[in-house]
């Protein structure tokens, strides 16, 4: 029996070109398509650091997340080291550690980011809103399946929150989907 592919290696040439490019085409954050507010400007330097997660729409690997901690450092090439540690189901709980790579989008005054967990593909990755004094901030995404509501402390009073959350639900999320990531108030 013959291979149907030998037969046609055009064809599976350009089946194999179509499906590489088409990857390729969701690898690349594109600002034009972005649909949720962007933070006018972002100074990078002060973004950097931890971040704790007070309040999120879970990712698969952030379900059942507890003292969730979001950091970031911006190398010399320009991409921003992340390190996201949780603990998983309980505060003593099996820590976890991810190291996704963000790529801040040109043109946009460091707002847009590309977050890559898995080469080569970058999710969108937004900052929707930072405080002057970068001790809150929201981040989110054009189709409204994920935010994360963070601070520079593992909590923030009811007031805050409240108001944070009233942002997120002006940004088209909803919001009954949000859920407070258990955090352990520093000592």
Not at 50 to 56: D, E, G, L, R
Not at 76 to 93: C, E, S
Not at 97 to 102: A, E, S
Request: proline share 7%; hydrophobic share 45%.
């Amino acid at each position: 029996m013959t291979n149907p592919v030998s037969r046609f290696p055009a064809l599976a040439t350009a089946t194999l070109a179509v499906a590489v490019l088409t990857l390729l085409g969701g690898c690349a954050v594109n600002p034009k398509s972005v649909t949720i507010p962007v933070a006018p400007q972002v100074d990078l330097q002060k973004f950097m650091g931890p971040w704790y997660v007070i309040a999120n729409i879970p990712t698969v690997i952030e379900k059942g997340a507890h003292n969730a901690i979001e950091s970031y450092a911006l190398k010399a090439d320009g991409t921003i080291d992340t390190t996201f540690t949780f603990n998983k189901d309980a505060f003593d709980g099996p820590a976890k550690r991810y190291n996704p790579r963000g790529f801040v989008v040109e043109g946009t005054n460091n707002a847009i980011w590309g977050m890559r967990f898995v080469w080569p593909i970058k999710a969108e990755y937004v900052i929707s809103y930072v405080d002057p004094a970068y001790t809150e901030t929201i981040i989110g995404r054009s189709a409204r399946d994920y935010v994360w509501i963070m601070a520079r402390t593992p909590t923030i009073s009811a007031e805050r929150y409240d108001a944070l959350l009233a942002q997120v639900k002006a940004f088209g999320y909803d919001v009954s989907q949000v859920q407070k990531v258990p955090q352990t108030p520093k000592s």
